[in-house]
């Protein structure tokens, strides 16, 4: 397939969004979107909190190609291929460490934690030609590394913006989560890692779906319930007031590049570890920020990184394995030199939520395998699901959007119970414009259908 032009049915004009149910099941379409959305444009890969010291690796991953981070002698983070240059080998295999030389599990050469080739074992008995003495040895790097408020991001291509351009203005949604402690953000030890069977775009949707709150999460709002109405013993993990949720403003905002972010204003604050340091914030940063800080909020950097600071502040990845295959990973983001009691109490917030075993997590992926498998139905010529605020949305900034000093490229606001999906029409126009890049630059080079 090299024609994605009828895959996202976009005509605002005529009030009309769907999306061609190959966009989440035909394996053309997966395996066109490695090389042109995944490896075309930044990509998230942690935090330099996870690699503060000279010596510290990470891995990461941009697609399903392998990358290694790793903080050189030198004091500079840089980012590869995790690929030794002999067979092609995965060099490293532990997820993060501290090592000053990385050595090939397979034939056993040696690279530095700045990438260069440290041994090439048994080199001087190899009888090498002159063309291998030619030969750059040394890890490839990313063509892009860079980083934003301790996000570290890279590319494949060398081809892509500037990272502050590619951030643009969705910047202020990012300040509202990394800036929350002074010292910085770090990583709870421990993540949660799991697979599910379905297309990683499910899980680009959902995280900005409030829509779906209400159906799929009903015994995480009983239990909800029966917590503010003291029947249920675990105060802790409290959240915020439920019952009250059609009471309270909410709101949906677009930007280039495929962001978005979502909001929602609630009236207990004081449940959300957040406050528990909201004075400084305030001090700190001014009171804009304070006040968005105490307002729900989840985000999605296009293409595969979400932060949630709704029951708890945390950061998402998701990896495409197969077209019917996503690697999900969700970290506990916290303030570095955070109170014991607050740190607790963060973890309970997110363990009730996010976790495998908390009430959501396992609500979304089974809807999200159900997806799945209903779409293998030929008869479904469109998926209708980013209708809704469509009537209410406004190009460019609406008052909302003001107050923060955002100019989006379209804002949707009302009571909690409008519960937009315009929030997607920024993710599948930017997937829409890479895909037809790439098909063009195939076209072009008489490469269309080859692979």
């Not at 983070?77 to 460490?97: Q, Y």
């Not at 074992?121 to 750059?136: I, L, P, T, V």
């Amino acid at each position: 397939m090299s024609d994605f032009s009828q895959l996202v049915d976009d005509r605002p004009a005529e009030g009309i969004f769907r999306v061609h149910p190959d966009v989440y099941s035909d394996p053309q379409v997966f395996e066109f979107e490695q090389r042109y959305v995944f490896e075309r444009t930044w990509m998230f890969l942690g935090l330099e909190s996870q690699i503060a010291h000279p010596h510290d690796y990470l891995l990461a991953w941009i697609g399903r190609l392998p990358v290694l981070i790793s903080h050189g002698a030198d004091g500079v983070r840089r980012a590869f291929l995790n690929v030794c240059r002999h067979k092609g080998t995965l060099l490293c295999r532990l997820e993060s460490g501290n090592r000053k030389f990385h050595v090939c599990p397979y034939h056993g050469w040696a690279y530095d934690s700045a990438g260069r080739i440290a041994d090439v074992k048994d080199q001087a008995s190899g009888a090498y030609s002159a063309g291998f003495a030619r030969e750059d040895h040394n890890l490839v790097p990313l063509g892009a590394f860079a980083s934003y408020k301790g996000l570290m991001f890279g590319s494949v291509s060398a081809e892509v913006p500037p990272l502050a351009e590619f951030l643009g203005e969705l910047r202020f949604f990012l300040d509202l989560a990394m800036e929350q402690g002074p010292q910085g953000m770090e990583f709870v030890p421990g993540r949660v890692g799991f697979t599910y069977r379905g297309n990683w775009k499910a899980q680009l949707d959902n995280s900005s779906d409030a829509y779906h709150l209400t159906s799929t999460h009903v015994s995480f709002m009983e239990v909800q319930r029966r917590r503010a109405d003291l029947v249920s013993g675990n105060q802790e993990a409290r959240q915020f007031d439920w019952k009250r949720r059609f009471e309270q403003q909410g709101g949906a905002f677009t930007f280039k590049n495929g962001h978005n972010a979502i909001w929602l204003n609630q009236s207990e604050s004081s449940k959300r570890p957040i406050f528990s340091r909201i004075d400084e914030v305030r001090e700190r940063l001014g009171p804009l920020k304070a006040e968005w800080m105490l307002r729900l909020r989840n985000l999605t950097v296009f293409p595969s990184m979400q932060i949630a600071d709704s029951t708890s502040l945390l950061i998402r990845t998701f990896r495409p394995v197969a077209v019917d295959e996503t690697e999900m990973r969700y970290y506990c983001l916290a303030p570095i030199g955070e109170a014991p009691e607050v740190r607790q109490w963060r973890l309970r917030q997110f363990e009730d939520f996010f976790n495998v075993s908390g009430f959501a997590t396992p609500d979304d992926t089974t809807m999200y395998e159900d997806m799945a498998v209903g779409l293998r139905a030929r008869q479904i010529d469109a998926v209708q699901g980013y209708y809704r605020g469509m009537a209410d949305c406004v190009q460019g900034a609406d008052e909302m959007a003001r107050t923060a000093g955002v100019t989006p490229v379209s804002s949707v606001q009302g009571q909690f119970d409008l519960q937009a999906e315009t929030w997607g029409h920024a993710l599948y126009r930017e997937w829409s414009r890479l895909m037809a890049s790439g098909a063009e630059a195939e076209r072009a080079a008489g490469t269309a259908g080859a692979r």
